[in-house]
């Protein structure tokens, strides 16, 4: 791993933030940390890491309202988040907010490295791999890959880094019925560490964004009892 690779690390625990420094610098990385969501910031004006290891509960700027902040604005740096175990709602909400991937506490901080080379190994090849010369049109929703921008109906939609991956992966292959865990193994690559569930909170994202009707989705089309597809009909 490149040692130029930077992480920011965002906790209010000193040990915690103390801890996964010590093990993320034993693998190469620059490391700067936060101890609430305000320092976050500043930290950010400063050096624009390439992943944040991100907590919930923080002080005067909570993770979530961080990380709503950041996609807000289009910043598309790699998230993970830390959760309380248990606390399955704020992970869905999380992962709907744009969130790559997530750890519960406790965790091994030798787990957590894991996640974070995964993460940026995807984010790494998704920017590196060759683009298509031809951008896609289906219906009234258009993607190009190599500006990865999206329109539906001449109106630019911004999307997260993988919500634009996962609607391009569907486009390019309409009316081709994928599982959940096609969906994962294709979009987020099989050293993945979450479940199937990531993908039905995506897939929710994606179709508030694009759908005129996100309860009656005319593109994105769940298949009962099997998983997705892209089409411009009703089945």
């Known amino acids: 791993?490149?040692?130029?690779?930077?992480?920011?690390?965002?906790?209010?625990?000193?040990?915690?933030?103390?801890?996964?420094?010590?093990?993320?610098?034993?693998?190469?990385?620059?490391?700067?940390?936060?101890?609430?969501g305000a320092a976050a910031l500043q930290a950010l004006e400063g050096h624009r890491p390439d992943l944040i290891v991100l907590d919930l509960m923080l002080p005067l700027l909570n993770?979530?309202?961080?990380?709503?902040?950041?996609?807000?604005?289009?910043?598309?740096?790699?998230?993970?988040?830390?959760?309380?175990?248990g606390e399955e709602d704020d992970r869905i909400a999380g992962?709907?907010?744009?969130?790559?991937?997530?750890?519960?506490?406790?965790?091994?901080?030798k787990e957590l490295v894991a996640r974070v080379k995964a993460v940026l190994r995807r984010a790494n090849a998704a920017s590196a791999s060759e683009a298509p010369a031809q951008p896609?049109?289906?219906?009234?929703?258009?993607?190009?890959?190599?500006?990865?921008?999206?329109?539906?109906?001449?109106?630019?939609?911004?999307?997260?880094?993988?919500?634009?991956?996962?609607?391009w992966f569907l486009m390019s292959h309409p009316g081709q019925v994928f599982t959940r865990d096609q969906v994962l193994d294709n979009v987020w690559g099989f050293d993945f560490f979450g479940d199937a569930s990531t993908v039905t909170v995506h897939v929710r994202r994606l179709r508030e964004k694009i759908e005129t009707q996100p309860t009656k989705p005319a593109y994105i089309l769940t298949v009962w009892g099997v998983g997705y597809k892209f089409t411009t009909g009703r089945d």
Not at 16 to 33: A, N, S
Not at 143 to 156: C, F, G, I, K, L
């Open 95 to 109: 992962l709907e907010l744009g969130a790559d991937d997530y750890v519960t506490k406790p965790f091994s901080p």
């Open 1 to 36: 791993m490149s040692p130029k690779t930077r992480i920011l690390v965002v906790d209010d625990e000193p040990n915690i933030r103390e801890v996964v420094e010590l093990y993320l610098r034993r693998e190469g990385f620059e490391v700067d940390t936060a101890a609430d």
């Open 136 to 167: 896609i049109t289906i219906g009234q929703v258009m993607a190009n890959p190599a500006t990865r921008q999206v329109w539906v109906s001449d109106r630019e939609i911004v999307l997260t880094a993988k919500e634009f991956d996962l609607l």
């Open 63 to 85: 993770g979530m309202q961080l990380t709503r902040t950041l996609r807000e604005s289009d910043y598309g740096v790699p998230i993970i988040m830390l959760t309380a175990k």
